[in-house]
């Protein structure tokens, strides 16, 4: 147990850099085990155990979908950054992490009866939670291996912190960036000296990230000349640039991937076969009761706390947590059939009807979002921990109580760490700038000012954009063909150029890697990409701590 909390300390301090900067983060289900089968070698434990790797594990996909909630921060601070909007968040951290404990502790015990049904009679697959197990038994059978995968993700991350700390440390002999010309400089396109970007190319592969480089050449090379002829844009320069680029970007993405949900109409449809289903005490020893009562408390402090801290009406917050159950159904089952945690769309579905419910409300529509997200994503990922619990012989009962764990470790963590690297890096334009916050922020802002608020010119990119991602996205689904991701389109609209360029280049060394090595590539390219991940996030941290502390000049 001890070593699940460090594992949970360990993602939540590390993930919200990394979501911050690139809008996702490595597999941390396998990321977490990695992790824990370092920390429980370390203490001496010649072979860890199933269980103990499957506990570690589970507290590190609970912290990480806690780290994902940064993603929403960001986005009440770019709201936030603008006065005309009236929009301000007031909890401190100790009220914003007890927030989202509350709404964690109800998805997971919410979630929690629906075991029997989509792990013991459906049997989905949740490959996330598969790959888990399947991990956990190569890391308890196979030594060796083990150990060498360990020693890959072990170097990279020393590698990538050394680079790292020479970067933005305080000598700094190694640029953030090498422009390529002026214009470029501009519009922050270059070469960026980032062995996590470069980590995360070689973890998500080519497609995604040959994606991005296409919308980061619109975006910021091909469209900034055409925008300011027509006196769209005031500069030629990413800030004033992506005040436009923003809404073609977010119809990509929102119109992607609820296309994409939309052709999963059937898992959709069996999502809610599990509100008949019952189960007594679902073989875990903890009667339904117990755990309906437990959610009826937390949902009873998520009002408390949202009434007192964020100024948010009772009211919204039942309509949220009435409106993320259903969510929540359909989203395990994707997640389940997929391997696809909808979050961020499911999400975006949550703002529209809560516009519809509160029109104008900025702060409904976004903290009640917010609620439409944390809670379905807890309950997505207590199931897919079920699933590696089932196959390697896990206790459920233990899963349920490891990912409580895991959730209030890396809600603390989170409210420590976030003012941080907001005070260190800035959030927005400048800063680290989400897609997704940006996503999130900007269809808030839509929605409470109507389409008069956009940018001119920018309402016919936004419908035409709609069309062309909802468009690629059936292609792909039903010719199976190699067509662009229009959610990584969107995605390269909105981070700068320095971020993508070398995040292309690590995908291009995957998918040659694979090609010249296969086996090679199957054994290391995870602990790899992992480790150069991973040291850059910690260096990433370490430093604001260590200004914190007085230990650093700023």
């Known amino acids: 147990m001890l070593v699940a909390v460090a594992v949970a300390l360990f993602v939540s301090a590390v993930f919200p850099y990394v979501l911050l900067k690139l809008g996702f983060g ?138 790292a700390w020479l970067r933005t440390g305080p000598w700094r002999p190694i640029p953030e960036v090498t422009p390529f010309g002026v214009f470029m400089g501009k519009m922050r396109v270059g070469m960026g000296w980032s062995l996590l970007s470069f980590g995360s190319g070689l973890l998500i592969g080519p497609r995604i990230t040959l994606s991005m480089g296409i919308g980061m050449l619109t975006a910021n090379v091909a469209l900034p000349p055409w925008l300011l002829s027509r006196g769209l844009i005031s500069e030629a320069s990413f800030g004033a640039v992506l005040k436009w680029t923003m809404w073609p970007a977010t119809g990509l993405m929102v119109s992607g991937g609820i296309t994409a949900l939309l052709f999963d ?159 260190r890096y800035g959030i927005g334009e400048g800063g680290l700038s989400s897609p997704i916050s940006v996503k999130w922020a900007g269809f808030g802002e839509l929605l409470a000012g109507g389409v008069g608020s956009l940018p001119r010119g920018s309402l016919g990119a936004l419908a035409t954009s709609i069309v062309l991602g909802a468009g690629i996205t059936v292609l792909e689904k039903r010719s199976k063909s190699r067509t662009p991701s229009p959610t990584g389109i969107g995605m390269g609209m909105l981070i700068p150029g320095a971020v993508v360029v070398p995040m292309v280049l690590g995908g291009l060394v995957a998918a040659l890697w694979k090609l010249r090595s296969p086996k090679g590539e199957a054994a290391h390219r995870l602990a790899l990409s992992s480790g150069l991940i991973a040291g ?19």
């Open 26 to 163: 490595p597999n941390v289900s396998l990321f977490s085990t990695f992790a824990g089968f370092l920390a429980l070698t370390s203490l001496g434990a010649a072979r860890p155990s199933r269980i103990e790797l499957l506990h570690a594990q589970t507290a590190g996909v609970a912290a990480g979908q806690v780290a994902f909630m940064s993603v929403v921060l960001a986005a009440f601070d770019m709201l936030a950054g603008k006065p005309a909007l009236g929009f301000t968040i007031h909890a401190g951290p100790l009220a914003m992490a007890a927030w989202l404990v509350s709404a964690g502790v109800f998805g997971i015990l919410t979630s929690a009866p629906m075991r029997h049904h989509y792990i013991e009679d459906e049997k989905l697959p949740f490959a996330g939670g598969t790959a888990a197990a399947e991990m956990i038994v190569v890391l308890d059978g196979k030594g060796d291996a083990a150990k060498k995968a360990t020693g890959v993700l072990v170097a990279g991350a020393a590698i990538s912190a050394l680079v």
């Open 536 to 554: 850059e996030a910690m260096v990433a941290v370490v430093i604001p701590v260590f200004v914190w502390l007085g230990w650093m000049k700023d």
């Open 265 to 423: 109409a059937k898992a959709i449809k069996r999502s809610f076969a599990v509100l008949g289903v019952r189960h007594g005490a679902d073989s875990m020893g903890v009667p339904q009761r117990t755990m309906w009562l437990g959610a009826l408390a937390a949902s009873v402090a998520l009002a408390a706390v949202g009434r007192i801290y964020l100024d948010f009406p009772i009211w919204a917050t039942a309509a949220s947590v009435a409106l993320a159950l259903p969510l929540m159904l359909v989203g395990t089952r994707v997640l389940g059939e997929t391997n696809w945690a909808p979050i961020s769309q499911l999400a975006t579905v949550a703002q529209a009807v809560l516009a519809a419910l509160a029109p104008g409300a900025l702060l409904v529509n976004m903290v009640g979002s917010a609620l439409c997200g944390t809670i379905p994503a807890n309950g997505e990922h207590l199931m897919q921990n079920m699933r590696a619990a089932r196959i390697v012989g896990g206790r459920p009962r233990d899963v349920v109580v490891v990912q409580l764990v895991g959730l209030v470790t890396g809600a603390l963590v989170l409210a420590f760490i976030y003012p941080l690297l907001r005070a």
